[in-house]
């Protein structure tokens, strides 16, 4: 299974994105998808998980500013997250519940500045 993380970009503070995941390279498809971020020297951060039925979960960092959504027809998920703030300067990644285990993509800049 190949993830393809991509909408990252720059925006300025109080601006929205939205970021797409792309799930390719199996008849079966996937299960469970989340996006974590990671700034250079700290860990990785949950943000947010949707499963196959649609169940949502966000993290607390982008509680009330985002919403995850997915195609299952596409194997895409998507995350707008609205009024972008300074601190949600990261690279995002996808990750992917898969039968014969779990998936990262490559992740996607995104960098919120004036």
């Known amino acids: 299974v190949q993830l393809q993380a991509s909408g990252g970009g720059l925006v300025q503070p109080g601006e929205s994105l939205r970021l797409s995941c792309v799930a390719s390279g199996s008849r079966i498809p996937v299960d469970a998808m989340r996006w974590y971020r990671q700034v250079p020297g700290d860990q990785r951060e949950f943000v947010a998980v949707?499963?196959?039925?649609?169940?949502?979960n966000l993290g607390d960092a982008v509680w009330g500013r985002a919403t995850i959504s997915r195609d299952n027809a596409k194997q895409t998920m998507y995350l707008q997250i609205n009024d972008l703030k300074p601190e949600d300067t990261a690279v995002y990644y996808c990750n992917a519940d898969h039968e014969d285990g779990t998936y990262w993509g490559q992740g996607t800049q995104v960098t919120v500045s004036s």
């Open positions: 949707i499963t196959k039925s649609g169940a949502t």
